[in-house]
């Protein structure tokens, strides 16, 4: 039942110069459209460029989508102020010539990355969400600055989240601005358990086939919840404690039955599980798919735990989109809230130029001040024929930042890693809608 | 002897709760079924234009607060549009013994809608309105869930009304004679394309139904369900035998209760290992699934 | 430059996954396994070179034989299911293969950090290029070796009695069969073959993107593989070439300056190529198209 085109036989010569008319002809088009595409990223004036990446298409659309609303609008408070200063003391904008979708797949944002670094003038990539792509992006760079034996690129990213831990560290071209999950969920569970002291018990369960849910849940929010004195009472678990990496397989054993998929459509065994276990406190480490999937069937199973805790990724109008009623409860540290005069400003005009800022856009809005600063202390000439040694200045300059302002509050950076360290609050859905329940900071 | 007790009634709990899950990969799979029991093609858009027709629904709930009937209603034309439309744009043009182009086309159509979904709500997972999502019955020590009853019983209910179009009307008969020679069926007055598209509109029907009642079931409904659902689809239609409807069912069924077993023993990292294991079994001792074909000849 | 070059060698790479599919469909069996084949070629190389700290010829011949030994294996169950049946054993060996990757877990401490595939977590830092210091035009060159040679291969081959009894499989079986050829043989051989050219599509990507997950050889990259030859026609392995190049250089590339449409265009131009050109958009009535606007002369036959 199969059908293709049958035999075909062109004499060899002839087919020879067909092919080699035909591919002068292929190279002629290429050569056209790579001209088009270095005149669409080029520009004439004087400015700082850069260029921005996320996902427009997928399933994870509104990263890209609200990230793009933020630095542009970021971008323009900035120009509105003036811009930022050059080594020789002029003023000038800086321009984002562009922002691309990558679609969360590593393919396309490493393509990406090298069309910014080869093709266009930017100074620094800002890009993206997805800690999948991040990691592959971050392997291409190269490791370690002034290693001639590498032969990585040598351009720096900013990127917006990309919240697994440890990430920044597979390059020094790399640099990243989320929270801390380890110090967010150990501060939380300390604070949980002063505040809640009649929740003794706590069980959970994440998305297995999602990298960061999986290791969050697993190395940090599981352990800082038995740090502070809750007891875990899924199925048995061996030692905890600086075996955690390697024991990862038996904790991952243990914990089975609460595992789901992210696209998983029947949560019930994993929900009769955790019903049986009874415990005070749930945590549910899952993007809001899958959350909300899991939340309802907890719910149709008649569980009520105390308490319900998060993922960070959560924190945001996806999850009210998708279980507004369900999620009512649920607490989640975050890197952002509209709990400061900034933060209030930056929500109003992020969402009245179509996006919504949470803690993923919010690190998009704050990067491009950190560009701003990382400019002004670098002393670029923005011109295009000093772009290797401007990149390279940004990158330093970069490094060296040890403090810069957050939304909601000063944020450090460590210069080791190119991690940063930033203020949070704790978020939970009240109403129907997130309201800051407590800042740590008093 | 208290444990035995409790692992019995939780095993068969697991069971039952998988059965009325699998009854929602039931309806997909009579979807992909009918269609290649009638034209002897794999429509790899099917699954899309269902989630497509539920979104549909989902829009007339949210814009007009439409009540769940008519939610339902909505969602079954919606997708009998698309599913009409993608014959049209990838099946109705190509030479009819060329499946490899339509394969390719459909999957054309998978990804245009799937994006089309994405663009139309960014990606973020939507609430769906559920049909006695309140309902859990409770009985001695097993809880059964009302809307899956709900959903079990609608499927029983539009196979039943399918299998009576198929073997009771003229358009059913019209369905099975092209189905079966094409030729011949042009010879005696039967409009080929015309029942074609009629056929992939009832199918859509019956997807619109069947992407409704699982986004019901989850109570989100988003575009990450596209792809596992047209993959069970297909697994689910060739485990009961690639054109018979009352095979599809009762492979959806299995699927979904051999689907939780898996997960209850084995947990998530091995349970789709083992539904592809099943699935192997099938093809290497049975390639002709549980009932063969009940539409065409080969 | 280097963008380009990235092009360049993700259409290399895709070429070969395609031209493994090709194989297989011109002996009539549509595959989707390449993407499992894909995946243990790029897992097994990338192995060899960071945790046993082999030379990349060396690891990509290895993962060659790998893979194809795992399509041989899989060549004999697939002799019982045709056309669409084996469509979805394939798509089944496909999950089961990435399934196995999700799992996947073999962690190994050098200098101080930890590296190899992670499970869940993917396969990070296979810096074998960037950490000998090959230069981005050398890569690209030693990729599109292998890429020129595997063409060369199957086009030379389809000049020869192999072509033609592969399509004599592919068209009637048991017409080819009551000429003497052995079907078995055949189809199990062209598996395998396909095998080890998706094994090599696999190691060569892995060392390009410097980082693995199962995400990647799912069931989509299964259907961009049969994408290239059915796009491309399947009268010769150019066809493929110009699908690849269509849809990664025009589709996927090209048409980025249109921000969030290209996406939507990406499934509407599949559809349209399709219905235009269902033989392929490097069928007969393309080539006789061109041999007329290049000015060729047939010599000799009608088409």
Known sequence: MLMYSSMFRLNVKEEIKIMKRFFKGVSVGFLGCALMFSALTSSADRSVKVLGWGAQSGPLKSFGVNSETALRSAVAEINAAGGVKLGDGTMVPIEVIGYEDSACKKDQNIAILRKTASTTDAIVGMGTTCSGSCQAMFGVLQKKVGDASDSGLQMPILADTCIRPGLAKISEWAFRNVPNEIAMYDALFAWLSQQHPGIKTFSGGTETDQGHSFITHTAVIVQAAIKHGFEWVGPDVPELGPKVKQGMKELQAAAKSQHWLMGDTNYSVQARKIKKQNPDMVLVSSHPFSACGFLKEMKRQRVKPKLLVGLTSSASQETLNGCMKEAEGIIIPTGFAPITAEAQKANAIVTGAGGFLDLHSAAAWENAFLVKAAVEAAGITAKSDTLAEDRAKFRDALATITASDGLIGPVTRDTASGEASKPYVYVQVVDGKWKVIHDPRG | MEDFWYEFVEVTQTISDGLLFGSTYALIGVGFTLIFGAMGKLNMAYAAAALGGAYAGLAGFVLIKAPLVLVFGISAVAAAVLGYAIYFACFRFIPINNHLAALMASVGGLFFIDEVVVHVTRGSPLTFPSMFGDVFFEIGPYGIRGDLIFVFVIGLISTGILLYILFKTRLGLATRAVAQQDVAARLCGIGVHSTNSVTFAIAGVLGGIAGAMTAAAVGVLSPVMTVPLTIKGIIVAVIGGLGSIPGAIIAGLFVGGFENVFLYFRGIDERDMYVVALLFLFLVFRPNGLFGTAITRD | ?303
């Open chain 3, 1 to 303: 430059m280097d963008y380009y070059l990235n092009l360049i060698n993700t259409i290399g790479i895709h070429t070969l996954l395609g031209l493994s599919a090709y194989l297989l469909i011109l002996t009539g069996q549509v595959s989707m396994a390449q993407a499992g084949f894909f995946g243990i070629g790029a897992y097994t190389a990338a192995i060899l070179t960071v945790i046993f700290e082999w030379s990349i010829l060396s690891a990509i011949g290895a993962a060659m034989l790998v893979s194809g030994g795992v399509a041989f294996l899989v060549g004999f169950p697939a002799l019982r299911v045709r056309g669409l049946m084996l469509v979805v054993a394939t798509i089944a060996f496909s999950e089961f293969a990435r399934m196995f990757f999700y799992n996947l877990k073999w962690r190994v401490v050098r200098d101080g950090a930890e590296i190899g595939p992670d499970g869940t977590m993917g396969f990070a830092e296979i810096r074998y290029f960037n950490d000998n210091g090959w230069l981005n035009w050398e890569v690209t060159i030693f990729l599109w070796v292998f890429v020129a040679v595997v063409m060369a291969l199957i086009w030379w081959s389809d000049k020869t009695r192999i072509g033609a009894v592969l399509r004599a499989v592919g068209e009637d079986e048991l017409a080819a069969d009551s000429t003497g050829i052995n079907v078995t043989v055949v189809k199990i051989a062209a598996m395998t073959a396909g095998g080890v050219v998706a094994g090599l599509a696999g190691s060569l990507y892995a060392h390009q993107v410097t980082d693995l997950d199962h995400h990647t050889f799912t069931v989509l990259l299964a259907t961009f593989a049969i994408a290239y030859p059915i796009l491309g026609g399947l009268s010769n392995v150019f066809g493929t070439l110009i699908a690849v190049l269509f849809i990664q250089g025009l589709l996927v590339e090209g048409l980025r300056f249109l921000g969030d449409w290209r996406m939507l265009l990406f499934g509407a131009l599949i559809i349209l190529a399709m219905n235009i050109k269902p033989l392929g958009l490097f069928d007969n009535q393309t080539i006789r198209i061109l041999r007329n606007a290049l000015g060729v002369k047939r010599r000799s036959g009608s088409v």
